[in-house]
């Protein structure tokens, strides 16, 4: 059972890799562009880096981090770090607690934490708040899995649990249309706080008690 929560963790965290590192790389291009001159290439460099990863842009933008710098890196650590440990304690120190409950209280630590990250305007605090995004997020995300495998039949756990991970996934392009637009027409930090209230939400309505 814990074999399918590690590997849906472990897809989750290549495809998160991924994401960022094709947003530095394009961040990148765009700050080489921009030297040359080429404005155009670099705009749309810079674009292709927020759609890849839009905390990116919140971090640029908000937090003075720019994305090729030690600080960007750290940054992330700090996530990974939390997300980590987040992912481990579902088999360790939080294997004895009802998963169900668990769920609801990843949830809505992960909205408070998301809604400190989106209000602020330093660096400083971002770090020791980005570990917190990571270790309720993937507290969530395993517990999710978890309580979903527990209650599959052996014959389709695992044919079940591909098209979970996979929808999963495919839904982060979808909240990136809706949040592109939402971001130019008001602000970064105001699409992540609305992104937080979504999640405060779901505390509510994520009951996964058995009737």
């Avoid at 963790?9 to 590192?21: F, K, N, P, R, T």
């Avoid at 090729?68 to 997300?83: K, P, Q, R, V």
């Avoid at 440990?85 to 169900?100: D, N, P, R, V, Y």
């Avoid at 495919?170 to 105001?190: D, K, Q």
Wanted: charged share 15%; net charge positive; glycine share 12%.
């Amino acid at each position: 059972m814990r074999s399918g929560a590690v590997c849906t963790i472990a897809v989750l965290l290549a495809s998160g890799s991924a994401s960022a590192s094709q947003s530095t790389d394009a961040a990148e291009k765009g700050a080489r562009l921009k030297v040359a001159g080429d404005d155009a290439g670099a705009l749309a460099a810079y674009q292709e880096a927020v759609r890849a990863d839009p905390s990116n842009a919140l971090a640029h933008n908000e937090l003075g981090i720019g994305s090729s710098t030690i600080a960007y890196g750290l940054l992330y650590a700090t996530f990974g770090t939390g997300a980590v440990i987040g992912a481990l304690s579902i088999g360790t120190f939080l294997a004895g607690q009802q998963l169900e409950r668990v769920v609801r209280f990843g949830i809505g630590g992960y909205a408070v934490a998301l809604a400190v990250f989106g209000l602020l305007r330093s660096p400083g605090p971002a770090y020791p708040v980005a570990f917190f995004l990571g270790l309720f997020y993937f507290v969530t995300v395993t517990s999710l899995a978890t309580v979903l495998q527990k209650r599959l039949d052996d014959s389709v756990r695992g044919r079940v649990m591909a098209l979970w991970v996979m929808a999963f996934g495919g839904t982060v392009p979808l909240g990136a249309i809706v949040a592109g637009p939402l971001s130019e027409r008001f602000s970064i930090s105001t699409v992540v706080v609305g992104g937080a209230v979504v999640a405060a939400a779901l505390v509510f309505y994520a009951n996964l008690r058995d009737r």
